[in-house]
């Protein structure tokens, strides 16, 4: 499996060549990010596209060392294009949040039901298997969407969803190729290495930003991956393993729904109230923000790993622990309670 490696600078260095190119099409397409409410940090119209770079090295470093032959590889790279291309769309032009959604879903769905690329069973904790039967399509579907979505929530400062992404993928990597899960362990190398890439560049103070079709294209792909490889582990409670690889943007999310329903609020309506936020309004600058996020998501993707390697009710005890910790750490920020918006 050396070439895994070689995966994954292929996909960087491609990425770090095309992104100043991309930068210009953006700029001369107009595709930029005006500041205009509270919610944004930056000052100054940053271009966005950045989602396209990534795709680029992303592609072409999976096209070369996997192929299309496999029906599961060839489901990915559809679905990462096609939620690209959307992503694009509304960086562009602005798009209504149900439209989008309803072209994440048809995405989506033709990646489940046409590549199978779907979680058929679960594993059961205490004895055997869960199997899904006619639950496999909607939950999949349900699954992806999902984590498209809370990867796209957590693009909020420069740096941070790049760098969540690459630690996400990073512990997928491992257990793949722990696993020997070959394929996987190229697909995520890949994405490591061509969101490194692009960090260069998006790193505090950003100079291009990777948009929708950035966030939703890196938020498909670990999702996917995580059906193909943790999800099919036998080893550990599966659903657990990728929840807690994503951990950060599944609680920031999850914290904001519980926000929103505690002050009537709609769950879908943006606020100034995630956790970057509320750390930046403690007196922290951006760049140490992204970087204690870094450190938050590492330890969750750690925690992932350790959970693997338990036996019997320890890895329910162990989780049962993190979670503590989290919410713990919520209260302490007070992730539960909204403030006003300036």
């Known amino acids: 499996m050396q070439y895994v490696y070689i995966a994954f600078?292929?996909?960087l260095l491609i990425t770090?060549?095309?992104?100043?190119?991309?930068?210009r099409w953006a700029l001369q397409l107009g595709i930029v990010d005006r500041p205009g409410d509270g919610r944004k940090i930056h000052k100054e119209p940053i271009p966005y596209l950045g989602?396209?770079?990534?795709?680029?090295?992303?592609?072409a470093s999976v096209l070369y060392f996997l192929g299309l032959d496999d029906p599961q590889v060839a489901g990915i790279l559809f679905g990462a294009t096609g939620l690209m291309l959307l992503g694009v769309m509304d960086d562009k032009m602005g798009m209504l949040a149900r439209y989008k959604l309803l072209g994440?879903?048809?995405v989506i769905?033709?990646?489940?039901?046409?590549?199978?690329?779907?979680?058929?069973?679960?594993?059961?904790?205490?004895?055997?298997?869960i199997y899904l039967n006619g639950w496999s399509i909607p939950l999949t579907i349900a699954w992806i969407v999902l984590v498209v979505n809370t990867m796209n929530l957590i693009d909020g400062l420069?740096?941070?969803?790049?760098?969540?992404?690459?630690?996400?993928?990073?512990?997928?990597?491992?257990?793949?190729?722990r696993a020997g899960q070959v394929q996987v362990a190229v697909i995520t190398a890949a994405l490591i290495g061509s969101s490194l890439g692009f960090l260069r560049y998006n790193f505090n103070p950003a100079r291009i930003f990777m948009g929708d079709s950035g966030s939703m294209l890196l938020g498909f792909v670990l999702a996917a991956v995580s059906v193909e490889g943790a999800l099919k582990s036998v080893a550990t409670i599966a659903l657990i393993v990728p929840i807690l690889a994503l951990g950060l943007p599944f609680f920031d999310t999850f914290f904001a729904i519980i926000r929103r329903?505690?002050?009537?609020?709609?769950?879908?309506?943006?606020?100034?109230?995630?956790?970057?936020?509320?750390l930046m309004d403690l007196g922290l600058s951006q760049r140490r923000v992204v970087v204690l996020l870094y450190a938050v998501s590492a330890l969750l993707g750690?925690?992932?790993?350790?959970?693997?390697?338990?036996?019997?009710?320890?890895?329910?005890?162990?989780?049962?622990?993190?979670?503590?910790?989290?919410?713990?750490?919520?209260?302490?920020?007070?992730?539960?309670?909204?403030?006003?918006?300036?």
Request: aromatic residues 14%; charged residues 15%.
């Open 9 to 11: 600078l292929s996909a």
């Open 51 to 59: 989602g396209f770079a990534i795709y680029l090295g992303f592609c």
């Open 16 to 23: 770090f060549a095309v992104t100043p190119v991309v930068k």
């Open 261 to 278: 329903l505690r002050s009537g609020r709609p769950i879908y309506e943006a606020d100034r109230n995630h956790l970057h936020h509320r």
């Open 302 to 342: 750690v925690s992932a790993i350790i959970i693997t390697s338990l036996d019997g009710y320890w890895p329910l005890l162990f989780l049962a622990a993190v979670i503590l910790f989290i919410f713990m750490g919520a209260r302490k920020v007070r992730l539960f309670s909204i403030k006003q918006e300036k």
């Open 104 to 106: 994440q879903i048809a």
């Open 109 to 129: 769905g033709v990646v489940v039901m046409v590549f199978d690329v779907r979680i058929w069973w679960l594993t059961n904790p205490f004895n055997g298997m």
């Open 158 to 177: 420069d740096g941070l969803a790049a760098g969540v992404s690459s630690i996400a993928a990073a512990t997928l990597f491992l257990l793949a190729y």
